[in-house]
C-alpha cells in the first residue's frame, strides 16, 4: 500500500492522481462492499486536495460509471473510465 501512495505523489498532475487512485484503490480494495463509496470519496479527496469541486456519482448514473470501470479492470482500457471522471467533473464545473 506504501508503494500505492507513493505512486500518487510523484504524479505531477492532478487529474491523473484522481483517475488513478480511485481506479487502483477499487481494482487492489479486497472487499465487495464498500469499495466504490470509497474510492469515490477518495476521488474527492484528491478532487479538493487540488482545488478542484467534488464531483457526486449519482445511483442513475452507475452503469455509465461501473461500464468504464470495468473496462479497464478487465480490459486493461483506462481511456473510458478516465474520460467518465473528465466528463463528470466538466459537468460539474458547468453547473457551479
Do not use: C
Amino acid at each position: 500500500m506504501s508503494v500505492f501512495f507513493e505512486l500518487l505523489q510523484a504524479e505531477t498532475y492532478p487529474a491523473v492522481r484522481v483517475v488513478l487512485g480511485h481506479f487502483i484503490f477499487v481494482f487492489i480494495h479486497p472487499f465487495f462492499d464498500g469499495k466504490g463509496r470509497t474510492a469515490r470519496f477518495l476521488m474527492n479527496v484528491m478532487l479538493a486536495a487540488s482545488g478542484h469541486p467534488l464531483t457526486v456519482i449519482k445511483v442513475d448514473n452507475r452503469a455509465a460509471y461501473t461500464a468504464p470501470l470495468e473496462a479497464a479492470s478487465v480490459r486493461e482500457n483506462i481511456v473510458l473510465f478516465a474520460k467518465y471522471l473528465a466528463d463528470a467533473l466538466r459537468t460539474k464545473k458547468q453547473h457551479r
